[in-house]
């Protein structure tokens, strides 16, 4: 109850929101990634990037407050943050993208008469032949196989298995990248609102809640993924993603507007 009366509150439960995503470089999206044809040096070399990125946000955080004002800097980070996403939002839809709404819904495509050969065909495409002739197996050796972030990539896989396009795989990266800005400002602005603005003997107890809260939103990411865990399901997570995430800002602007109203009143 201490937590949900503070008047931070809002700000609070904005950035748990913001936890509730696939939008970062962790183990969901990374696997992604090799399933886009993205090697692993070059993922190495997006994460270092990403770093600085992070790096940037945090000095952007330092200047903005100097500058506009603690409410302020969550404000304008809030906004880069959402406008960086927008590039993640345009790769579900962009050439090479394997989002296909159908998978999500196999229930109804089973029981339709008319469509069980090309199920089945689809079905095919997704699979590899254990055996060829005389019953020889076709997996591919131990020597064929690479153990990277608990993902298995095949060096004799068919080319085909390659996207058409790159352009989603680069979008959804500039996107999470470069909103790395945004997300580190606004997570020191909250942070430090909550030092600010809390009374020393509840600083404690609600910076315990807000970490629960944060751990809490965290695993509803992993339950989404858990619900929809094929590659042609992930543009439907990042959009989920992006609603959670400007849902959060949401209660953030809330939070500035009650805030900046009350400095008025009072002054």
């Known amino acids: 109850m201490a937590y949900y009366h503070q008047p931070v509150f809002l700000a609070g439960m904005g950035l748990a929101f913001l936890y509730t995503t696939v939008l970062g470089f962790d183990c969901i999206t990374t696997g992604y990634a090799y399933t886009q044809g993205i090697s692993g040096s070059l993922l190495s070399l997006l994460m270092g990037v990403s770093a600085v990125a992070g790096l940037m946000g945090t000095i952007m955080f330092t200047r903005l407050r100097k500058t506009y004002g603690l409410i302020n800097t969550g404000i304008i980070s809030s906004c880069l943050h959402l406008g960086c996403l927008l590039f993640c939002v345009c790769s579900v839809f962009a050439p090479g993208s394997p989002m296909d709404l159908s998978l999500l819904m196999p229930y109804f495509t089973y029981n339709s008469s008319a469509e069980p050969g090309r199920m089945a065909s689809q079905r095919q495409k997704h699979t590899y032949p254990l055996t060829g002739g005389n019953n020889q197996p076709l997996l591919p050796d131990r020597s064929s196989i690479h153990w990277t972030n608990n993902t298995v990539l095949f060096d004799n896989v068919p080319s085909g298995t390659a996207p058409e396009s790159y352009l989603s795989i680069i979008l959804l990266f ?94």
């Open 174 to 267: 500039l996107g999470v990248i470069t909103a790395r800005i945004g997300l580190w400002s606004f997570d020191l602005t909250v942070t430090q609102l909550l030092q600010e603005t809390i009374c020393e003997s509840e600083r404690g107890v609600v910076n315990g809640v807000q970490s629960s809260m944060n751990y809490l939103m965290d695993l509803l990411h992993f339950i989404m993924v858990i619900s929809a865990p094929q590659p042609e399901h992930f543009g439907i997570l990042v959009i989920i993603s992006v609603l959670f995430i400007t849902t959060g800002h949401t209660m953030y602007f809330m939070y500035a507007h009650k805030a900046k109203r009350k400095y008025r009143l009072d002054t």
